[in-house]
């Protein structure tokens, strides 16, 4: 019942957690652009949170887990510090995409978020990393600096 690199409902709903996966903004039929592990992303997931912690079916208490992509935007709503984000629990996450992911040692390296991205789907722009790293060549930029989760 999983939702991809998400945790499993099945298990977890049984022991009284509600899960609620959330699409970013721009993916799968929600609206506005998708910019990748961007600050956008990290401001809408802390609004997620504050609205869920005020849920008739929520003690207040938030927390997230799971891998890779999950885990990657987990570390950027953490460091918004929501008031009612009380854990996190990432897995196998990439916490630089410019220096562990796209351009390992400064060698750019594309094919494997390439073929992730191409899975993305929405009715609006979805950011390219791969070809962005041809557009925004070195990491002291705008565009990286946006995707730092720190």
Known sequence: MSKFESPDPGYWCRRGYAVANVDPRGIGHSEGDFIQFGTQDAQDGYDFIEWA??????????????????????????????????????????????????????????????????????????????????????INCTYWKDKDPI
């Open 53 to 138: 912690a005020e849920q008739p079916w929520c003690n207040g208490r938030i927390g997230m887990a799971g891998n890779s992509c999950v885990a990657m935007t987990q570390l950027r709503i953490a460091s918004q510090c929501p008031p009612h984000l009380v854990c996190i629990a990432p897995w196998e996450a990439t916490t630089d995409m410019y220096r562990e992911s796209l351009c390992e040692g400064g060698i750019p390296a594309r094919s494997f978020v390439r073929m992730v991205m191409a899975e993305a789907v929405g009715p609006n722009y979805i950011d390219d990393t791969p070809d962005n790293l041809t557009l925004y060549p070195y």
